[in-house]
């Protein structure tokens, strides 16, 4: 898993997993003041990366990524959008130090998955879980997802760059079950938990997400960002700096 480490002379570390068939492309824009880590997932940026591993499970993903992160040492902010936001709440209890998850695009779901009462039924969004689909499918998906259309352009090319078989694979662990019940693991963790949410994501049904909030033990937020769609990160980043830099500064404070 080749991953992007910017060092800082602050002790956090802000993790950011990008979404399945994106990259960590989709925060390149953020300016943070702590260290920050980036993995890519495997199967993802398949021009650039010279990953040649050919599980795309979320069971491998996990174990790849709590190895990784673990093995900083710090502090950590778990921060992941879309597919790396269900990663990010299905890692959380195995990361050392955990003091922050956000996420983005992201309703946790129960198990079985319900995809009916979590997501907004919008067909042309099983692009996303779809092998092979046709380019024009892909242009039309990727539209949907973002407020500006100009930021469509990214999710095409991203969406190009990574290997079919990671949208089959995902697919299949979805219907086989294989997604542990991220509700119960995101209102029971006991960390600040912040759910951002682009006010026209058309993915996420927003009344799910503020039951969520809702229904969460301790301290949890529900962000809401206007003109945004799915990716808040790359359409309103400097937005979403500011959001993170504020509460990283909160949650890495040291305890006096």
Known sequence: MKSTFISSNKEGLIVLLHGSSSSS????????TNSVLAPTLSGHEINENTDENDDFSFKFYKRELIQLINSYSRPVF???????????????NDIKNLKGLMIFG???????????????????????????????????????????????????ADFNNSNPKVRATTAEDISSGNWLDQHKIF???????????????PSVNPSYLKEVVEQSKGDAQLICIENCGHYPTLEKPEEMSEIINQIAADIFKPLK
Do not use: R
């Open 25 to 32: 492309k989709v925060f390149k824009k953020l300016q943070l």
């Open 187 to 201: 209102t029971e963790l006991k960390c600040p938990k912040f759910i951002v949410s682009g006010v026209q994501d």
């Open 78 to 92: 778990l921060i992941g959008n879309s597919i790396g936001g269900h990663l990010a709440i299905e890692i959380a």
């Open 106 to 156: 992201t309703p946790p779901v129960k198990k079985p998955v319900n995809f009916e009462e979590a997501f907004l039924p919008v067909a042309a969004l099983q692009t996303f879980l779809t092998e092979h689909p046709t380019q024009k499918e892909i242009e039309e998906a990727a539209a949907i997802t973002v407020y500006d259309d100009k930021y469509s352009t990214m999710v095409v």
